[in-house]
């Protein structure tokens, strides 16, 4: 069975850092872009920040230079470094991967169960 699990949430002041991380398990044969989504209450989810197998990384306007997305292909694992938090950055944080399986060359998106992010003093 496949899990992306994710980590590392919760409560911060505004000005503070967290790291957040999304580990993937289970038979996989490889992984392609793994990216980080959120969402607040009564918004709809939108990209925070992607990074393909070769480690392109892409970021949503409003997070440039305060977040840092990386991966670690050897532990199935991607990380969202996030410094300079802001009030506005409070959500429900998600993780997605493009995971291919062996004996096939389509890709499948999944999703973690999300990670609530709440930055206020």
């Known amino acids: 069975q496949v899990r992306l699990v994710e980590s590392g949430g919760g409560l911060v002041q505004p000005g503070g850092s967290l790291r957040l991380s999304c580990a993937a398990s289970?038979?996989?044969?490889?992984?392609?872009?793994m990216g980080w989504y959120r969402q607040a209450p009564g918004n709809q989810r939108e990209l925070v920040a992607t990074?393909?197998?070769?480690?392109?990384?892409d970021y949503q306007r409003s997070v440039k230079g305060r977040f840092t997305i990386s991966r670690d292909n050897a532990k199935n694992t991607a990380y969202l470094q996030m410094n300079s938090l802001k009030p506005e950055d409070t959500a429900v944080y998600y993780c997605?991967?493009?995971?291919?399986?062996?004996?096939?060359?389509?890709?499948?998106?999944?999703w973690g169960q999300g990670t609530q992010v709440t930055v206020s003093s």
């Open positions: 997605s991967a493009d995971l291919r399986f062996s004996g096939s060359s389509t890709t499948f998106r999944y």
């Open positions: 289970g038979s996989i044969f490889s992984i392609n872009a």
């Open positions: 990074i393909t197998s070769e480690n392109t990384t």
